[in-house]
T-cell receptor, first 116, second 115 residues
């Protein structure tokens, strides 16, 4: 199974600033995803991070607010731009492995973001 | 439309009791995957099991067991002799064959194991 790390693990930010979250996978994965999990809620998919091209965003999420990069098969970043207190959430990245037959998404430890 | 329902918002039991977490799904696909993940208070999502739609065999892993029944579109999870360390939020999820590997998530069940 893939092992996924995220940085930072948590942060407290001021309104109007931006934060970039990094996601590193220890092996090549077919797909990478970014999720938001608001307190007490289930996971909501923000976007699919595509290697070498623009991310595919879900309804309600836009590139200007959540720019995503994926320069190679093992690394991706998510930026939360112009933050407001409503952006306070856990942000999780995941990697999907299919080539090895597991067909499973593995998750990073998450980034707990608090916006004041 | 595809959907995953975890009707139990929160379950509280005393340690050593058995507990079953329910998961009901809806899909039009004949090929799909079902998953369970555990999210302890620390926040990380831990993969527990994947089951494909053609494999209805029940699975047992230590104190954990899963009952997959296509006839009732259910994929229930049982913890036997629960322990305090089992306290977490448990999510059931569905992935359809043509979904670009995306997961459809249930709302989660918060499991509290009291000592």
């Amino acid at each position: 199974s893939a092992v996924i790390s995220q940085k930072p693990s948590r942060d407290i930010c001021q309104r109007g600033t931006s934060l970039t979250i990094q996601c590193q996978v220890d092996s090549q994965v077919t797909m990478m995803f970014w999720y938001r999990q608001q307190p007490g809620q289930s996971l909501t998919l923000i976007a699919t991070a595509n290697q070498g091209s623009e991310a595919t965003y879900e309804s309600g999420f836009v590139i200007d607010k959540f720019p995503i990069s994926r320069p190679n098969l093992t690394f991706s970043t998510l930026t939360v731009s112009n933050m407001s207190p409503e952006d306070s959430s856990i942000y999780l990245c995941s990697g999907y492995q299919g080539a090895d037959g597991t067909d499973t998404q593995y998750f990073g430890p998450g980034t707990r973001l608090t916006v004041l | 439309a595809q959907k995953v329902t975890q009707a139990q918002t929160e379950i509280s039991v005393v340690e050593k009791e058995d507990v079953t977490l329910d998961c009901v799904y809806e899909t039009r696909d004949t090929t799909y995957y079902l998953f369970w993940y555990k999210q302890p208070p620390s926040g990380e999502l831990v993969f527990l099991i994947r089951r494909n739609s053609f494999d209805e065999q029940n699975e047992i892993s230590g104190r954990y067991s899963w009952n997959f029944q296509k006839s009732t579109s259910s994929f229930n999870f049982t913890i036997t002799a629960s322990q305090v360390v089992d306290s977490a939020v448990y999510f059931c999820a569905l992935s359809e064959l043509d979904s670009n590997y995306q997961l459809i998530w249930g709302a989660g069940t918060k499991l509290i194991i009291k000592p």
